[in-house]
């Protein structure tokens, strides 16, 4: 978690798009970013809009979501503290492809596409951002496997060890049908799951609070 005495640049030297870049970029970096507040619930764009800016989440959470046909929000990805969204406007596509909206009450760096474009002529920072970038890729693809190859209670747990590390308590801010559309599944399978793991004395959700016991985490 980000902390909020960090500077601009302690904070994006932390994300892991920009770890090994060279301290001049990253003050680069930091004097084109613009701090935005975002109330919970709010949108931040919508799938399809135009895309002006790519984002950094300094505090809060961010849900990525996209709307499939029949009108159901198929969740994407939740965004942590730390964690890049948006970039993919910056190569494939001028529009979003998905819609994000606040968790929590959050605040953001926005960053313009076309001042970070400039960013990008500089051969140390370009070479940096795209070996980055192609490891976030290569989560993405192992996203797509795990909802394919596991089954619900795995995923629930990969899910929660993703979100939350793994931590025999914590407190949760998505709802269980949040999470339920995280991992693939329907609300009334997860709430049969989640009573089959409590009497199994796996896992107890609460209210927020979700405790899990040492031996339940997959591994």
């Avoid at 870049?21 to 975002?38: F, H, M, Q, S, V």
Wanted: aromatic share 10%.
């Amino acid at each position: 978690m980000i902390k909020q005495e960090s500077s601009r640049e302690e904070i994006l030297a932390r994300i892991g798009l920009f770890e090994n870049i060279t301290e001049p970029n990253l003050r680069a970096l930091g004097e084109i970013c613009l701090e935005k507040d975002i109330a919970k619930g709010r949108l931040l764009f919508r799938e399809g809009d135009k895309g002006y800016s790519l984002y950094i989440l300094v505090t809060g959470s961010v849900q990525l979501y996209k709307t499939a046909p029949d009108g159901r929000e198929v969740v994407i990805k939740v965004v942590r503290s730390g964690e890049m969204f948006g970039e993919v406007i910056l190569f494939e596509q001028d529009c979003y492809p998905v819609s994000a909206v606040a968790l929590r009450n959050s605040r953001l760096y926005a960053i313009p596409k076309h001042q970070f474009s400039c960013l990008l002529e500089r051969e140390d920072f370009r070479r940096d951002f795209m070996a980055s970038l192609m490891r976030k890729m290569r989560y993405l693809a192992d996203k797509i496997q795990y909802l394919t190859a596991h089954d619900v209670e795995d995923r629930l747990f990969l899910f929660l060890e993703e979100q939350f590390g793994r931590s025999a308590g914590f407190v949760c801010h998505l709802s269980k049908k949040q999470v339920a559309v995280a991992i693939g599944t329907t609300p009334e399978t997860l709430s049969r799951l989640l009573l089959r793991l409590k009497r199994e004395g796996k896992l107890s959700w609460e209210g927020k609070r979700i405790e899990i016991a040492a031996e339940a985490w997959p591994g």
